[in-house]
């Protein structure tokens, strides 16, 4: 089991910046890959920022250029870092991790943070 706790949540004007923590249970170098997904209602969840642990990242074509991932392995610790911050990019934002399982993986999220940006 992977426990992901999330923080860094909030409420922001447009242009502003925000960074989220994703603290895991486990330590981030056993896991294959770890992201962020923004969840709006009413929308699906959908996978924004990923880095695997070898380094490789990822991200959405909508937030790249505004939006940074990163890690502390020490603090077990995912990082966004969110700039240039839109009123849609308002969501709740999950935590992702996937573990290896067998000859398979398991995905993990976190309970969520809210993060509200006013136009």
């Known amino acids: 089991q992977v426990q992901l706790v999330e923080s860094g949540g909030g409420f922001v004007q447009a242009g502003g910046t925000l960074r989220l923590s994703c603290t895991a249970s486990v330590r981030i170098f056993d896991l294959n890959a770890m992201g962020w997904s923004p969840q709006a209602p009413g929308k699906e969840r959908e996978l924004v920022a990923t880095?695997?642990?070898?380094?490789?990242?990822n991200y959405a074509v909508y937030v790249e250029g505004r939006f940074t991932i990163s890690r502390d392995n020490d603090k077990n610790t995912v990082y966004l870092q969110m700039n240039s911050l839109k009123p849609e990019d308002t969501s709740v934002y999950y935590c992702?991790?996937?573990?290896?399982?067998?000859?398979?993986?398991?995905?993990?999220w976190g309970q969520g943070t809210q993060v509200t940006v006013s136009s």
């Open positions: 992702n991790a996937e573990a290896p399982l067998g000859y398979g993986t398991c995905d993990y």
């Open positions: 880095m695997t642990t070898g380094g490789m990242i």
